[in-house]
Every structure is written in C-alpha cells, then in structure tokens.
C-alpha cells in the first residue's frame, strides 16, 4: 500500500507540476514592469518602447488593443507594433509573428513641439492564439515645465496626401522654415516646399514629421512615406 501511495503521490505532483508549467504567461513584458514612465525634451522627439518576450517554445503573434490614449494635443503622436506605424494611435490590431525568447514591441513617438504636459497610454496585450493569457501596459510620458518650451503655431500646417508616395503638399505659412525629422529625430531634408510641394520621393519607407518653424513657434505634422 505505501509503494502504491507513494506512486500515486509522485505521479499526481508531476501532474500539477505539468498543470503549473503549462498555464504560467507564456510572454515577459519588458523589465517585467507593466508601468513604464519616459521624460522627453520638449523640442526634440523620443520614442517610447515597450519590448514583449516571447516565452513559448513556438511563434507567437501579439495581439493589443487600447484601453486608454490620454494626450495633449498639441502634441504630434504616432504609434508603430513591430510591423507597421501609423499616424494616430491603433484601437486594436496584431503584430507579425515573433520566435521563441525574441522580442514585439510597441513604441510610441513623442514631438511636444515645445510643449510641457502629461500623457498616460494603455494598452491590453495578449497571445492572438491564447487571448487569455494578457497583460496591461502603461506608458506615463512626462514633459516638464522646466523643458523649453515654444509657441504652437494656431494656424494649421497641412500635409496630403497621407500616407505619400512621391510628392508631399504642404500648405503654406509665411516665412516659416521647413524640415522633416525622421522618427528618431534626425533631419533628412531641410528644403522649402515649393508652390506647396514638396518632394519626398528619395525618402525611405516610415514615419516622418514635416516640422515648421516661425521665429519663436514651431508646429509638427506626422506623415507616412510608402
């Protein structure tokens, strides 16, 4: 009897041990920290990574969808997953296909155009195949009052078309200055449109801002290059 007890008590701990195993989160948020706080320059753009760890022995596709996108604005945002970036935030989508113990990601890009304020974004994640196993992720985005700071200009830039492929219309405002800036901040081409247009057909497929400057204002607008 007590060899018998003792079989039915090991084979029921590799049971459970098996149960435990297979119902643990089969993804790792980035430092294991569901909140993450980012502090950028009011003048400059930051993007504003959250990384997620594949822990299963298969591919995993995330899911995400928002649950809070709480922002200034007269901020420029933009949001990208590890396969595409989009102008505005995403309600809901997912993202390609990630191996065993690589990494997804969600980035937030922040341009203040000079403007301190405060930001708070949600996001739910998930295993597309196992919606269940999910976790929440917050980004708090802080641009203090002590950053430098610059007037917004009140009268609208436009860019169209958006997304772009050759030529970029931009509307006119008077003797302002004109750059694109890339997502991570560097400017890639600091010509003037011309009657309103301008060429961007030499630019790489991403995400870019057209920032326009007037004595002491700026303004940003985001636009997608394909």
């Known amino acids: 009897m007590k060899k018998i007890g003792l079989k039915l008590v090991f084979m029921l701990a590799i049971v459970f041990g098996a149960m435990n195993f297979s119902s643990a989160q089969g993804f790792e948020i980035q430092d294991k920290q569901k909140v993450h706080d980012f502090y950028p320059n009011a003048s400059d753009p930051m993007d ?3 990384h997620f760890k594949n822990l299963k022995k298969t591919n995993m596709v995330f899911g995400y969808k928002s649950l809070l996108v ?5 901020w420029d945002v ?14 809901q989508d997912t993202m390609a296909a990630v191996s065993t ?4 990601s969600l980035k937030i890009t922040v341009f203040p155009n ?14 597309y195949e196992n919606p269940t196993d999910m976790d929440t992720v917050t980004w708090n985005i802080n641009v203090r009052w002590g950053a430098e700071t610059k007037s917004w200009i009140t009268e609208a830039v436009q860019v169209y078309p958006n997304p772009v492929v050759d030529v970029l219309n931009v ?10 800036v890339d997502s991570k901040g560097a400017v890639v081409k600091n010509s003037a449109p011309i009657d309103g247009r301008m060429d961007v057909s030499e630019l790489t497929a991403g995400l870019y801002f057209v920032r326009c400057q007037s004595v002491d204002k700026v303004q940003t607008i985001s636009f997608v290059k394909k």
């Open 78 to 91: 933009s949001f990208c997953d590890n396969k595409n970036c989009y102008a505005t935030f995403k309600t």
């Open 101 to 104: 113990n690589m990494e997804a």
């Open 48 to 50: 504003c990574y959250i």
């Open 114 to 127: 000079g403007k301190a304020g405060i930001a708070k974004v949600q996001y739910l994640v998930f295993d």
């Open 171 to 180: 509307s006119a405002l008077g003797n302002a200055t004109f750059d694109v």
């Open 70 to 74: 709480d922002y200034p604005m007269f």
